[in-house]
């Protein structure tokens, strides 16, 4: 007997949300009045009906097996009618009904080891990449450091004592594709060696033409080798982004002797108040230090205690540091200025002081 | 499936201590039946000894008809490793606002520890739940499962990568429109775009409901679009006087930290000039009770935003200042607009060149000139300040001399 196929699917696109939205969100759509946050972790959103949503907020590492996902669902059903959703920022959210499901709920949250909070002023979870667990281009591991920095940091998550809120970031490596460019505080590999150059495989693996093209900066220049055409790199036009990698696997350039991560702050996407920012270097390098990146978490505890202790209220950690100036900046903190932070790139000319407005 | 073999993990071992949320522990939970995540185990503690990754450039694998929705991934160890030898990703489309059930996930967690590592992302920087560590042969049978329970894959490579949104008026009174709705329509209507990469290169959506931006639209997406009124913020005086007498000091945190100085607190009232109102949600942020964005909702499309690579980091920039969204979506000229910006850009556009980078490149001026949209004050921060002005009329008299 033939087997009877079923058709293949394709393009069916996701599923509509309508399928899993519990009945007070679909009630109460588009009708929400205000929100409220009676404690740290912890969303009250009232509608225009005067139902109340209540959402319980945990924190998590982004990296989740398959067991704990069933966790969640099953802490869902037994607190909630089975319904959660995740955030932007990986944080897991539970939509209660009940008001006294609240405390339960935190309860057994804590015993899984997910702490609550996340809400209002307060370090929420770190946005990341995937590092060594499963990236060809890293330059350091995300989810180690990510968890060494939260190790750190948790109390500030679940609280919300810091002038305004503290976002960070981490992407392993310049392709950022955890988008770290507008973040209070942005983590990123880099790598500080000129790709290795494997000019046996070259020919075979790559196209030389769009291996060419590919450098922002054309520090790769064509050549041969052994009578066939290859690529050479003028060293000091070469500034490590990896794009040559990235469209050629010849062109290794990880070196665990030279690749570490750099600090940027001062970032932010949010249109309050100010305009959105992009982070700036502050900590041109410090080298890979796993499992537990000390130096790393000691400058982003450095950061966090000197804004939390100097901004004004509402002030996030780039506008704290646009009304005190740059210097005032750098003398507080004792980082070193050097070379490194003084932009070469395009429309570097922009970023010079060009103005007597200076703290002493 | 059983897992026989044991790795000694002194590095790792140091990350399951401390309070927060151990993605350790996650790896080895999984490692308890699966030999994917038990390999990963040994293969992550090696580059942890190392520093140094120990992954292989992907080669092209995918489900049939497809050109994306899957990373290929080797490890270059694989006879040290052989279970992570083949460990490719697969990008699942998520739901508009990450919104799941408690059987949707068991489902999906069937599909993935019968077929995959039994790991996964909640979720991936685009948005896409993530499901990390399949093998090429698995792959056809989890996306014929997947779209069984009514999942298709997202995007990946130059595609339309997969659109994601805030929740929007699910749950937030500052949604200004309906952006889980929009997302969803996108989704679908550029299905094709999605699935079947065909641009110079990555092509992203975003949808924020208010100028508070929760998914980063501006920083990290090519279209960014981002919900805003267009008349007046509205007022609940007796509670902004609530806040003033619960410790909200109204001149200091709102009136002075207000970027268009168009708030005046008498000590009992507060008015607005909403004329010089730059729309940015400080006010409404710090007292949701009392302030509100205005009825007049819309959004606000700025266009261009990326990382670094190839030509520096980009904020999106204004588009069109103001556009209503409301159903039928399929009715918006703005698709129209779409259309022809990526005709554009894929008539001109270099290899692996975004949008953005285009605009900077061709000048916005020119890309405006191409498209046929007006140029307008609002897609500037200031007029030009150098006279090197490319006057046009002397090349059309030119012209006409011919």
């Given amino acids: 007997m033939a087997d009877a196929k079923p058709q293949r699917l394709t393009d069916i696109g996701p599923p509509h949300h309508d399928r899993f939205m519990p009945p007070i969100i679909k009630k109460n759509y588009g009708k929400w009045k205000y929100h409220e946050i009676p404690r740290p972790g912890v969303l009250v959103h009232t509608s225009d009906s005067g139902d109340k949503l209540y959402t319980v907020r945990a924190g998590s590492p982004r990296l989740l097996s398959t067991k704990k996902i069933r966790i969640f669902a099953d802490l869902a059903t037994k607190y909630c009618g089975g319904h959660l959703r995740f955030t932007s920022r990986h944080n897991v959210e539970f939509l209660l009904t009940d008001a006294a499901n609240i405390d339960p709920l935190i309860a057994d949250l804590d015993a899984l080891g997910h702490p609550v909070g996340g809400t209002g002023n307060s370090i929420t979870s770190i946005v990341h990449t995937q590092g060594w667990v499963h990236c060809h281009s890293a330059a350091t591991d995300a989810s180690g450091v990510v968890k060494a920095v939260m190790d750190d940091v948790i109390d500030e998550f679940k609280t919300m004592e810091l002038p305004a809120k503290l976002r960070i970031a981490l992407a392993c490596c310049l392709n950022m594709c955890g988008a770290v460019h507008c973040s209070d505080i942005a983590i990123l590999g880099i790598h500080k060696r000129i790709p290795q150059i494997d000019l046996k495989t070259l020919p075979k693996l790559c196209e030389i033409p769009n291996l060419i093209a590919s450098c922002p900066t054309n520090a790769i220049r064509p050549t041969t080798y052994e009578g066939k055409p290859s690529v ?22 990880a070196d665990p002797d030279t690749d570490g991560v750099s600090i940027w702050i001062g ?76 932009d070469d790139f395009k429309h570097a000319g922009l970023t010079f002081k060009r103005s007597a407005h200076l703290t002493y | 499936m059983a897992v026989d073999k044991k790795y000694e993990t002194p590095m790792l071992d140091q990350l399951e201590t401390g309070p927060w949320p151990s993605f350790v522990k996650e790896i080895k939970a999984a490692g308890e039946e699966n030999p994917m995540a038990n390999d990963l185990i040994g293969l992550l503690e090696q580059s942890y000894t190392e520093r140094l990754g120990h992954w292989k450039h992907g080669g092209i694998v995918g489900v049939m008809g497809y050109g994306g929705g899957v990373i290929g991934r080797y490890s270059d160890l694989p006879e040290k490793y052989p279970a992570v030898s083949h460990f490719h ?34 979720h991936g920087s685009t948005g896409d739940m993530v499901l990390l560590g399949c093998t090429t042969p698995d792959l056809e049978p989890v996306f014929s499962e997947l779209t069984e329970l009514g999942f298709d894959l997202g995007g990946s490579g130059s595609d339309v990568r997969t659109p994601s949104c805030c929740c929007g008026q699910s749950r937030c009174e500052w949604a200004c429109y309906d952006t889980m709705g929009l997302t969803h329509f996108i989704t679908q209507k ?7 990469p065909a641009f110079p290169y990555k092509m992203k959506f975003k949808m924020s409901g208010c100028p508070n931006d929760c998914v980063a639209s501006i920083a990290r997406s090519d279209i960014s679009i981002i919900g805003t009124w267009r008349d007046e913020i509205q007022i609940n005086q007796e509670e902004v006087r609530n806040y003033s007498k619960n410790g ?28 010089s109102c730059r729309h940015c949600m400080h ?36 588009i069109i200042p103001f556009m209503k969204i409301e159903e039928p979506y399929d009715d918006m000229e703005f698709w129209e607009v779409i259309e022809e910006m990526w005709d554009v850009w894929c008539d001109n556009g270099k290899a692996r060149e975004r949008i953005g980078e285009f605009i900077q490149r061709v000048g916005l001026g020119n890309f405006l000139d191409e498209v046929g949209l007006e140029p307008v004050a609002e897609m500037v921060a200031h007029p030009r300040d150098n006279p090197y002005i490319f006057y046009e009329d002397y090349l059309e008299e030119e012209d006409e001399d011919e």
């Fill in chain 1, 232 to 253: 050479e790199i003028q060293e000091d036009q070469c500034m490590f982004c990896a794009n040559c990698f990235t469209v050629c696997p010849a062109m290794p350039i």
């Fill in chain 1, 267 to 342: 970032g932010k996407v949010s249109n309050a108040r100010s305009e959105p920012m992009f982070s700036k270097l502050a900590i041109p390098f410090i080298p890979n230090n796993p499992p537990r990146w000390p130096e790393v978490v000691e400058a982003v505890r450095m950061i966090v205690d000197l804004w939390k202790a100097n901004a004004n209220k509402h002030e996030r950690v780039g506008e704290w540091i646009e009304r005190i100036g740059w210097p005032k900046f750098f003398r507080m903190s004792g980082i070193p200025f050097e070379k490194t932070h003084i």
């Fill in chain 2, 89 to 122: 990703t697969i990008r699942v489309n998520q739901p508009a606002g990450w919104y799941y059930t408690a059987d949707v996930l068991h489902k999906l967690c069937d599909i993935w520890d019968k077929h995959g590592s039994g790991l996964t992302n909640m």
């Fill in chain 2, 190 to 196: 550029f299905q094709d775009e999605l699935h079947r």
């Fill in chain 2, 248 to 275: 909200v000091n109204i001149v200091k945190e709102i009136a002075v930290l207000c970027p268009g100085k168009c708030i005046d607190w008498d000590g009992n009232e507060i008015k607005i000039d909403d004329s």
């Fill in chain 2, 283 to 318: 006010c409404i942020n710090v007292m949701p009770k009392g302030l509100a964005p205005g009825k007049d909702r819309g959004a606000v499309v700025l266009m261009g935003a990326k990382a670094p690579i190839v030509e520096g980091a980009l904020l999106s920039s204004v």
